[in-house]
């Protein structure tokens, strides 16, 4: 994190604090401006949001843009709280699930400049690796140290006794965040191994849910139960919204409240509030989504194991698989001249894999046939 750069830097180049001199931006999966690629590579839903979430949002495009919209989403924190069976005080609402977990950490963690040497924990943002490698980011952007600890070799989650006899995991760390089910290995953890692991924390522990409506297994009783567990969610992924970027977290209404301190005074766009809403009028519609893209998924994971690919079982929207014959990385560009855009990640942990989106059946039935004819060449 440290940087000499600032040094050798001229101009208002070498204004720019040391610290976000030696920053390193969150790389996102490549939005392609050519048309007609097909989209693997960001985990965005294949299905368009409900006719309803449309036709409301179209509606809310008159003379009301200029003005500003509600600072704290109110209706749209009382309509999730009805849905989770909580309080409109346990609920907060951000631009995208990214900016709740930004907010955490600038709340609950300190920077490292800022704390005595013993007690680096209380600027120590911890997370079991590998996972959705945003963590490191917000935590080095803060100032804070982001610490890695590793998951099973399998990505399993480690129990609270093998944290402790392994050393490395800080039970009083600042924050702790676990991406669950996990991204990129799709595993899905469940309901008891998470509880055991946060009882055993003392510290605030986030539960990124951003994939859980794939997946068999959800935490949010324990957001609701612990006033130190954190569930995050998102509009992006189950309700095909990433658009509009709304995200938001279930935690104790102190938590909330903190939140609410740190946070821009209008951080939800107006639209985004609105289709949020909308789609909370639409579930069955999104339901019937989810079913059909875990139906590919398993349809995807069959076809690949059939054709030599280790693929590991996923609970989320995307598919982790180690293709045969040739480097992920050669897949990645054999593939990408097939018009089809999946994600690679330079993680030596992963990065013999690729991970895989689950588009609609049109879009995997083309991945296939692309996959058998790269196969032939490789
Ligand atoms: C695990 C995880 N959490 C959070 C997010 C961010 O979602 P949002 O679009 O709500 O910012 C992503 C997006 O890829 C993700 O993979």
């Known amino acids: 994190m440290k940087s000499k750069a600032s040094s050798k830097k001229k101009g208002v180049a070498s204004r720019v604090r040391p610290l976000v001199q030696g920053l ?33 949002t179209r509606a809310a495009v008159d003379g009301r843009l200029r003005l ?15 849905l989770h069976g909580c309080a409109p005080e346990n609920v907060f609402i951000g631009n995208g699930s990214d900016e709740v977990l930004g907010y955490l950490i600038r709340a609950f963690v300190e920077p490292v400049a800022s704390v005595p040497a013993g007690e680096l924990g209380k600027a120590t943002v911890q997370y079991l690796w590998p996972c959705y490698s945003l963590y490191p980011v917000l935590a080095e952007t803060h100032g804070a140290r982001p610490k890695a600890v590793p998951l099973l070799p399998d990505y399993g989650l480690p129990t609270a006794a093998a944290l402790k006899r392994g050393g490395q995991w800080d039970f009083e760390a600042a924050l702790s965040l676990v991406t669950t089910p996990n991204a990129p290995t799709g595993r899905g953890y469940t309901t008891d191994e998470l509880e055991a692991l946060c009882r055993a924390q003392k510290g605030v522990i986030v539960l990124d849910e951003a994939y859980v409506d794939f997946a068999v297994e959800n935490a949010m009783s324990l957001a609701i139960r612990y006033p130190h567990v954190v569930v995050c969610r998102t509009f992006s992924k189950a309700f095909s919204l990433c658009f509009q970027r709304v995200g938001y977290c279930i935690a104790h209404a102190d938590v909330v409240a903190a ?27 999104y339901r019937r989504n989810f079913a059909r893209i875990i139906a590919t998924r398993e349809r995807l994971r069959r076809e690949l194991t059939g054709l030599g690919w280790k693929v590991l079982p996923s609970q989320t929207n995307f598919l982790l698989a180690e293709p045969p014959g040739a480097p992920a990385r050669e897949w990645l560009q054999k593939l990408r001249e097939a018009r089809i855009l999946v994600r690679w990640f330079t993680a030596p942990e992963v990065q013999q894999y690729l991970r895989i989106t689950i588009g609609t059946d049109t879009e995997i039935d083309a ?12």
Do not use: C, F, M
Not at 367 to 377: C, D, E, P, Q
């Open 24 to 56: 390193h931006a969150y790389v996102p999966g490549e939005q392609p401006k050519i048309r007609g690629l097909i989209k693997l590579n960001t985990n965005e839903n294949p299905y368009p949001p409900a006719p309803g979430v449309l036709k409301a």
């Open 259 to 285: 939140l609410d301190r740190v946070r821009d005074s209008y951080n939800v766009n107006g639209l985004g509030q609105v289709a949020a809403e909308a789609t909370l009028d639409q579930l069955p519609y």
């Open 68 to 82: 500003y919209p509600n600072a704290t989403a109110q209706a749209l924190r009382t309509k999730l709280a009805a």
């Open 367 to 378: 991945l296939l046939k692309a996959v058998r004819r790269s196969g032939k060449v490789a």
